[in-house]
């Protein structure tokens, strides 16, 4: 590979190099880093100057530690193999990192800056070789059971939905109040209005008697309103409380019905989710990158843990080496 100003060399000799100058040993750093390098479709690895503005990201594929305070990395940046030495705690092989220059002891250098990891305890090995796909098939059966439950999920929700009965719309509190005032005045007019005799006497009457019955009417339709209205007002307290209550019963079915409506929602979420990581995981068994796993960490997935599963697939599919397949 061509070197220029961006580079100061290709090739693992520079990072041997850097480590031996650093005060650590390569061993067998110059096996390991080739085998990495061919397991990820490169021809070569180069060693970036550091620069101010050279920042890049990538996925990390080999790390050899030179003290308690550096360390030597390999980083594919998907356009190159990056060799470089870092300081601090070495970042764990298959995580996205942030290749950020920075001044040490003087001069300039590189601080990795860990993005994302693998979870669900998988781990990755950048080598050739045979591959054994068995925890594929665990996190497979482990995915399915997180879809068969999630229906359960869903089923469940719309049976306990049926449970909540939906409360009545409440009024405010004094169109309540109004409505009351207006049927106790509707009444009060009813039974207070003119009795058969009061009408009999009114037709035959003259007007000094007719008149007399019309005051009358009104005193008792006046005298009862003004009971029933006392009555009324005593009953404030009373219907406030039940008012109070119903407004309560209201929120409390509404919130309800809006957690399951929630839970539901986030379970459809998931089954649509799941699509796309079994198509994740079928890519990533048929690419040939190199995945370990405890298979008993995978047995023991479950719903509760598919938000790990999922950023892990994508973290993986992303992991794959796109330059071999295009050889």
């Known amino acids: 590979m061509t070197t220029h100003a961006r580079f100061v060399g290709s090739g693992v000799q520079p990072l041997i190099d850097a480590i031996r100058e650093a005060g650590g040993d390569p061993a067998d750093l110059r096996a390991v880093v080739w085998q990495a390098t061919w397991a990820r479709g490169y021809d070569d690895v180069v060693a970036p100057a550091p620069a101010a503005r050279l920042k890049e990201q990538g996925f990390v594929v080999y790390t050899h530690p030179i003290d308690q305070r550096t360390f030597a990395t390999i980083i594919d940046t998907t356009r190159a193999l990056w060799a470089l030495i870092a300081r601090g705690q070495a970042p764990p092989l298959g995580s996205r990192v942030k290749i950020v220059p920075t001044i040490q002891d003087g001069a300039m250098g590189w601080d990795i800056h860990v993005v994302d990891v693998l979870g669900i305890g998988l781990r990755v090995a950048f080598q050739s070789g045979p591959r054994d796909t068995t925890w594929a ?69 003259n007007e000094k008697q007719r008149k007399a019955i019309i005051e009358e009417c009104k005193r008792r339709r006046v005298e009862r309103y003004n009971e029933e209205l006392e009555a009324l007002k005593a009953r404030i307290p009373e219907l406030r409380e039940d008012h109070e209550r119903r407004m309560a019963a209201l929120a409390e079915s509404n919130r309800a019905i809006s957690e399951l409506e929630d839970a539901a929602s986030r379970s459809r979420g998931v089954t649509e989710r799941i699509a796309v990581v079994e198509s994740q995981l079928r890519d990533v068994r048929e690419s040939s990158l190199t995945v370990l796993a405890d298979v008993d960490l995978l047995d023991a997935l479950g719903p509760s843990d598919f938000e790990d599963i999922a950023h892990t697939m994508e973290l993986l599919f992303d992991l794959i080496p796109r330059r071999t397949a295009k050889r």
């Open 137 to 205: 098939d665990r996190l497979q059966n482990a995915i399915t059971r997180i879809a068969v439950a999630e229906v359960e999920r869903r089923q469940a929700i719309v049976t306990e939905r049926r449970t909540i009965f939906g409360a009545v719309p409440v009024k405010p509190f004094r169109e309540e109040l109004d409505a009351l005032h207006d049927a106790m005045r509707k009444q009060v007019d009813a039974e207070t209005g003119p009795r058969p005799d009061e009408r009999a006497a009114y037709e035959r009457g």
